[in-house]
């Protein structure tokens, strides 16, 4: 539930704006964030590519950028639901749009990806840009997802795994989403 992750992620979320789960680097890439939420809906990382100068602007950026995330939560549960509804042994991992969303005076699409443990991958593109979603670019989305998951993993079954927050982690994602742009 929303207001579970909302208390969860106050208690141990990092602070807004720190260096390494909100870093906001200037970046060229129609891809404005990244977040890792798992399985109980408690983001484990959400990793912004705001290009604004401002502390200040960043912080309610990233703010309005957590709101936008838990409310597709929901679109990805009516989805879940519906694929068990129709008896689909193994739901497409990809979950393709999940909803438009207005951040920082601009239109943007949440795509989405969801692993066979409910962990789930959300990346926030600018709307208009050359990611926007068509036959051709969903290949490229469907492969960012396929390496930020392969990310995940590679992180989560390391036995000194202290969490996604770490720097090492954060630039392998922003790596793969410059890869990826």
């Known amino acids: 539930s929303r207001s579970q ?23 060229p890439s129609p891809v404005a964030a990244v977040a890792y939420i798992g399985a109980n809906n408690a983001p484990l990382l959400i990793r912004s590519f705001w290009q604004q100068p401002e502390a200040t602007g960043s912080q309610a950026a ?13 679109q990805v549960e009516k989805r879940l639901r519906a694929a ?30 969801i692993s066979v443990s409910q962990m789930k991958i ?11 979603i068509d036959k051709r670019n969903e ?5 960012l997802f396929r390496q930020l998951h392969l990310l995940y993993v ?8 202290a ?3 770490s720097p090492t ?8 989403v410059e890869q990826h742009a």
């Open 5 to 27: 992750s909302s208390s969860w992620c106050s208690a141990r979320c990092p602070p807004l704006g720190s260096p390494t789960a909100m870093a906001a680097i200037p970046s």
């Open 84 to 113: 068990i509804q129709a008896q689909r042994q193994s739901p497409e991992t990809f979950l393709g749009l999940l909803s438009p969303a207005i951040l920082g005076f601009e239109d943007h699409n949440i795509y989405g990806h």
């Open 139 to 143: 290949a490229v989305l469907r492969s």
């Open 122 to 132: 959300f990346i926030v593109v600018r709307e208009g840009s050359d990611a926007e």
């Open 154 to 161: 590679d992180a989560a079954c390391n036995p000194f795994f």
């Open 169 to 176: 982690f954060t630039a392998k994602v922003a790596n793969a």
């Open 163 to 165: 969490g996604l927050e």
């Open 62 to 74: 990233d703010l309005e950028l957590q709101m936008e995330l838990f409310s597709v939560l929901d």
